[in-house]
């Protein structure tokens, strides 16, 4: 064996695809320092027991361009290294029996094409053409992907790791790390069992021990392991090779030929976690106990959709381990604790088919120092602290195993491991009718039902059932005065002398502001991309008072951790759980306040963007004059311990006023006739405020400048080639939600972003980016005839500039 390196430039801990691939992409850019150390051997923990399916379609158009290139890497890694992956591109396809399923595959099949990405909508007779075995009398219909493929996962791994041993990379076996050694929040050193090597970079690829081995230097890392059961049949005269791999989502069961049998795989709703007392040191190419109890029912489901099950025999009985996150994403990036830290884990039997896309912006992440692309959903800078709680991870991974073939309704919620975060205001609103969604852990009201009823979902792609309560929530806030409880807004609290020095270098806007005024802001990175999108109140002189959306707390918080500079006298503090908000929206706000407060709120006293503290109740609160709706309103922050008291205080009274309750669906469809963007969504990493119409939000020439200027400032000389616009369509009928393409005089020129109805303006709106080449001007937006696409369908629809809603902001402003 090879005398372990006393040193390295990057060391890869975990030898399973995801770690090879990561040492392959390294040493393809040039960084050929590389070490990578397993365990036991490599593949030995999941990997190699992985089904090896190649698909290509997610949710979002970042993590299918992944997989797309995933792919493009399996058919050419076979050639460029000599070592046989067994890649095949028989393509896949999906099935329904229901015409729900079926809408949401046809849905699908409209991204795909956002995408790039061939999707053919087939009927059952087609089904039948292409996997002659399907039972398709009870069928509705299919969509084909005929690039998506299938592998072998340990011989891909192995191609992997041998290209990046062609390159210089060294790989050492059965050499296990015991301990992470850092400073000043950086990794040093990794030390193992055969000795410790210095290192620049540390990346954990250890699958389901990554959470271990974050712990070894303080890194959060949720994620638990479940059993995952396939079988495997007898050998099968004359099954042909070429068959795509099938799914019927609806049964929980996959099916792929291999090797002249069938292999028949479960991702059944309610999992078996495993491994809660810690997984075995000796665990090596090991098989959990059968349970064919377990699976038994979804095994009759197969027989019933391939009927020659019924007399095959079945060879194989597996069971063996796969870890699952918390939201069933997976984790990319360097970890916020660690600078120097990088994960790439968490794959939820997703792993095959995202390693090389996976790898490939892990090294370039290192290499450049930012992601390459937008990788929110999957960046590990979601995590929240709680979710390391262990008895949490068991009860959500008894869920997530499923929800890879679950039905994906638009909001649907997750059912499991709840509540864990709760409002000050939460009883009080659950008595006031809320049915409540989750978000970080967050349980917030979305919409109200009736008083004295449990109000609970019931999913549809059209008109769910809380569509109508939501329309009368909207309208009560636009017509009279709605309550929200916000208080799952991150807030983080800067203070110091250098405060405004710090804020002023990040944000966009000019922040050095007086005391007791709020505004609207972005932070950008170097490339002008939106990094947050938050409000900044200054408080005091050196003491200012950030605001930013539940999912985005941990990740501004850390961004603006990491822009202090060491001489500053500024400390960041996350102030979240120590105020509950609610805000009081619409045209009759101004009076319901003035009834409960001595503060002059006229418009002269109290403007648009003014922040201060009032009385309310017994309680002193700061009511900050900000709207997310695009009416007259005031956000109440108020320190928790009063929260239930002012509640009290303002419901007692909304009763004359009309006050109604409103929740987050309500918040998002009054937003989006106002075209008010949301992060994540709308804007993202790659979006600057000048393409997303945000230019309004950034001062040019502020005094000391700010972090992404320059690459603006050379946006601002062109003629800029993509533009978020709102859009409403024409018919009332359909509904949007997001990624549906855009079509402009029969060509499509992008997808929507973001989408709810509009039941002010009478139609689903939609925000969504439109491009082309040649720039897109006020002229090539107002001159084109467009239409939206919504499950195979394409739908008239007015293309808007400036917001549908109140364009001039008279209502929020008077």
Request: aromatic share 10%; with cysteine.
């Amino acid at each position: 064996m090879t005398e372990l390196p006393q040193q390295a430039q990057v060391v890869i801990i975990g030898g399973g695809v995801i770690g090879c691939s990561v040492a392959y992409h390294l040493t393809q850019i040039g960084w050929t320092d590389v070490v990578l150390l397993e365990r036991k051997k490599l593949t030995s923990g999941t990997t190699w027991h992985a089904a090896g399916l190649v698909g290509q379609l997610r949710a979002t158009y970042n993590l299918t361009r992944l997989a797309q290139y995933t792919t493009e890497l399996y058919a050419s890694l076979e050639q460029e290294t000599g070592q046989s992956t067994g890649f095949r591109q028989n393509g896949s396809l999906a099935i329904a029996s229901d015409k729900e399923r079926f809408e949401e595959f046809v849905r699908g099949a409209s991204m795909a094409s956002c995408f790039g990405l061939e999707a053919q909508v087939v009927s059952p007779t087609e089904v039948r053409s292409l996997h002659p075995l399907v039972e398709i009398d009870d069928l509705v219909g299919g969509v084909f992907l005929p690039k998506d493929g299938q592998t072998n996962p340990t011989d891909t791994a192995q191609a992997l790791a041998r290209g990046a041993r062609n390159r210089g990379a060294r790989v050492f076996e059965d050499t296990r790390v015991t301990a992470i050694e850092t400073k000043d929040r950086r990794v040093t050193s990794v030390r193992t069992d055969a000795g410790t090597i210095l290192c620049e970079v540390a990346v954990n690829c250890a699958g389901m021990w990554a959470r271990e081995v974050g712990q070894l230097c303080g890194v959060n890392i949720p994620l638990h392991a479940a059993e995952h059961f396939y079988v495997v049949t007898e050998p099968i005269n004359d099954l042909p090779v070429d068959l795509p791999v099938l799914r019927e989502p609806s049964a929980c069961n996959y099916y792929k030929e291999d090797a002249g049998k069938l292999l028949i795989g479960m991702f059944e709703p309610t999992a078996k976690p495993w491994g809660m007392a810690g997984i075995p040191s000796d665990f090596e190419f090991d098989t959990l106990p059968e349970d064919v109890a377990h699976i038994e029912s979804h095994l009759n489901l197969a027989i019933h959709r391939i009927p020659l099950l019924s007399d095959t025999g079945i060879k194989l009985f597996f069971n063996g381990p796969e870890s699952f996150t918390p939201d069933n994403r997976y984790y990319l990036g360097p970890s916020p604790e660690i600078d120097n830290f990088f994960v790439a884990a968490g794959f939820n039997s997703i792993g095959i088919q995202s390693a090389g896309g996976a790898g490939k912006v892990i090294a370039e992440w290192i290499d450049a120092g930012h992601a390459p692309m937008d990788l929110w959903d999957v960046d590990i800078r979601r995590v929240m602290p709680f979710q390391s709680n262990q008895k949490y991870l068991h009860d959500r991974t008894t869920e997530a195993l499923g929800l890879l073939y679950a039905m994906h309704w638009p909001y649907r919620q997750v059912e499991s491991a709840r509540p864990v975060r709760v409002s000050m205001l939460h009883d009080r609103l659950k008595d006031a009718g809320a049915c409540f969604g989750e978000v970080s852990g967050w349980e917030r009201p979305n919409w109200f039902g009736k008083v004295g009823t449990v109000p609970a979902y019931e999913y549809s792609y059209g008109r769910q059932n809380w569509f109508d309560n939501s329309r009368a929530e909207h309208q009560g806030v636009r017509q009279g005065v709605g309550l929200f409880d916000l208080s799952s807004f991150g807030k983080i609290l800067l203070q110091g002398p250098d405060a405004a020095r710090v804020l002023g270098h990040i944000s966009a806007r000019d922040v050095d502001i007086p005391p007791g005024r709020a505004v609207y802001t972005q932070w950008l990175n170097a490339r002008g991309g939106i990094e947050a999108d938050l409000t900044v109140t200054r408080i005091d002189d050196d003491q200012f008072l950030i605001v930013t959306g539940a999912a985005s707390q941990a990740r501004d918080y850390y961004w603006l951790r990491e822009h202090i500079p060491d001489d500053a006298r500024a400390v960041a503090t996350d102030v979240t759980s120590g105020y509950a908000v609610i805000a009081l929206m619409g045209p009759r706000s101004r009076t319901l306040l003035r009834e409960l407060t001595p503060e002059d709120l006229s418009s002269a006293a109290f403007p648009f963007g003014a922040s201060r503290e009032i009385d309310l109740g017994y309680a002193r609160v700061r009511a900050t004059r900000m709207s997310y709706v695009g009416e007259l309103g005031w956000e109440l922050y108020i320190p928790s311990e009063f929260a239930i008291g002012v509640y009290d205080v303002i419901a007692a009274a909304g009763e004359s006023h009309g006050l109604v309750m409103a929740g987050y669906h309500a918040l998002n469809s009054l937003r989006i006739e106002k075209a008010f963007r949301h992060w994540g969504h709308d804007i993202s990493d790659e979006d600057t405020p000048l393409e997303a119409g945000l230019g309004f939000a950034v001062d040019f020439g502020k005094p000391g400048g700010f972090l992404g200027e320059a690459a603006l400032l050379k946006q601002a000389e062109q003629l800029l080639t993509r533009r978020l616009i709102q859009f409403l369509v024409t018919d009332p009928e359909p509904l949007l939600y997001h990624d549906e393409p855009i079509w402009r005089d029969d060509i499509r020129v992008g997808r929507t972003t973001s989408g709810m109805y509009g039941h002010t303006l009478g139609g689903a709106v939609g925000l969504g980016y439109v491009e082309h080449r040649d720039g897109v001007d006020d002229e090539f937006v107002t001159a084109g005839h467009y239409t939206i696409e919504i499950a195979g369908q394409r739908y008239p629809a007015t293309a808007n500039l400036s917001p549908l809603y109140d364009p001039s902001s008279k209502r929020a402003r008077g």
